[in-house]
């Protein structure tokens, strides 16, 4: 059986993503393991499904280069808004978009029948609070936020001394962290302008993570470091969050883009 797919990428963060509806994937965590290796496969950073909700407009799941389950990826609502609308399963710009972390409503901007970007409401924020990581750890501290998925957050002086590949795998499996967790490490450079790097649980270093810019956003305002809406600058690109601080809820705006529909065999 031949399924038809779309590569995506947010920010330089990329998927495969395929319409369920029309190609069902019986086996996803097989699929993604396959198709996201770059010398063999496709090559991404997972596997996206895009199908029905009974509960909004459309379901996302998501499945990690590694075949792991992830409750929500930023990048990746975006680049369904954008798959939807442009693809004409919907012509509706603002998507209720059912997730495993919830609903998230999306509100598309269009320009000539095209998406140029997309903002998501990324609910609210929770399980925000300073952790100690122990003396075993070149880090001391870091920020934990829950954006629907676990978060920490580390601040640095200077990211270019950061060795992520080295000290990524590591913090992801921190003990405080029994399900794993994403690790963001992030400088301020400016007044409410952050330099953020990330290692994706599931995913390693990824170009760009949606739900980590807006953690960062979070632990940034949190500690004082910034306001309540800030530009996140990722190796992929920048990324613009608004928080109004606890018991509110996040925004985030972003492009999302298109590189090229294909054919693989299940």
């Known amino acids: 059986m031949k399924i038809r797919f779309t590569k995506m990428h947010g920010l330089g963060n990329d998927y495969i993503y395929v319409n369920t509806q029309l190609y069902p994937?019986?086996?996803p965590e097989a699929a993604s393991i396959r198709w996201s290796r770059y010398h063999t496969g496709i090559g991404s950073d997972g596997?996206?499904?895009?199908?029905?909700?009974d509960k909004g407009d459309f379901s996302m799941r998501i499945f990690n280069a590694d075949g792991s389950e992830a409750m929500m990826c930023g990048n990746a609502s975006r680049c369904i808004g954008k798959y939807l609308y442009e693809y004409g399963l919907?012509?509706?710009?603002?998507?209720?978009?059912?997730?495993?972390?919830g609903i998230k409503l999306l509100h598309l901007q269009v320009a000539e029948g095209q998406v140029e970007s997309v903002t998501v409401d990324m609910g609210i924020p929770s399980d925000i609070r300073p952790v100690r990581l122990g003396d075993d750890?070149?880090?001391?501290e870091g920020v934990a936020v829950s954006m629907g998925n676990p978060h920490l957050v580390i601040f640095v002086d200077d990211m270019d001394k950061v060795d992520l590949s080295a000290v990524g795998p590591r913090l992801e499996r921190h003990p405080l962290f029994p399900n794993r967790v994403n690790v963001e490490f992030a400088q301020v450079l400016a007044d409410n302008e952050v330099r953020m790097r990330v290692w994706e649980r599931g995913s390693g270093i990824t170009q760009a993570c949606g739900t980590g810019a807006c953690a960062t956003a979070v632990a940034a305002a949190f500690t004082g470091k910034c306001g309540y809406e800030s530009s996140i600058h990722m190796d992929g690109g920048t990324l613009h969050i608004r928080w109004m601080g606890s018991g509110n809820r996040l925004f985030m705006t972003g492009p999302a883009t298109k590189v090229f529909d294909g054919e693989i065999d299940l």
């Open 47 to 53: 596997l996206v499904l895009i199908g029905p909700s």
């Open 137 to 140: 750890y070149p880090y001391g």
């Open 90 to 101: 919907t012509d509706k710009t603002d998507i209720a978009l059912d997730t495993l972390s």
């Open 25 to 27: 994937i019986p086996d």
